[in-house]
């Protein structure tokens, strides 16, 4: 349950950050999660994907990661996040490459949380 709350408080910051996520009223940001429940939704739908079909896409793309020396892993990483903004409603991510920045961040943030766990 603990690392459940600290997932959302991650995903919240770090849509916060990049601007990425739910639409809100806001004309000025456009892309911000806006709720709780919607960061909720997120982040369990984010570890739910990083755990069954992350590893998945992580075996097959080896070669790859070896000749890019591990940097595909971002690419992964963005592809996961734009597969969770086509399960969760209200959850948009513009591009791969903002989906990238969005994962990049929201490692940080979770890395940063976990300190204090």
Not at 71 to 92: E, Q
Not at 93 to 101: D, E, F, G, N, T
């Amino acid at each position: 349950m603990k690392y459940l709350a600290i997932r959302t408080v991650a995903v919240l910051l770090a849509s916060y950050i990049t601007r990425v996520g739910v639409p809100i009223a806001i004309t000025s940001f456009p892309f911000v999660v806006s709720t709780l429940w919607l960061g909720l939704v997120t982040a369990v739908v984010l570890g739910f994907i990083n755990h069954t079909i992350k590893p998945l896409f992580m075996l097959v793309s080896i070669p790859i990661n070896l000749v890019t020396l591990g940097l595909f892993s971002f690419v992964i990483n963005g592809a996961m996040i734009l597969l969770a903004d086509t399960i969760v409603p209200g959850f948009s991510v513009p591009s791969l490459i903002m989906a990238i920045y969005f994962s990049i961040v929201l490692a940080i943030v979770n890395a940063v949380l976990h300190v204090f766990e």
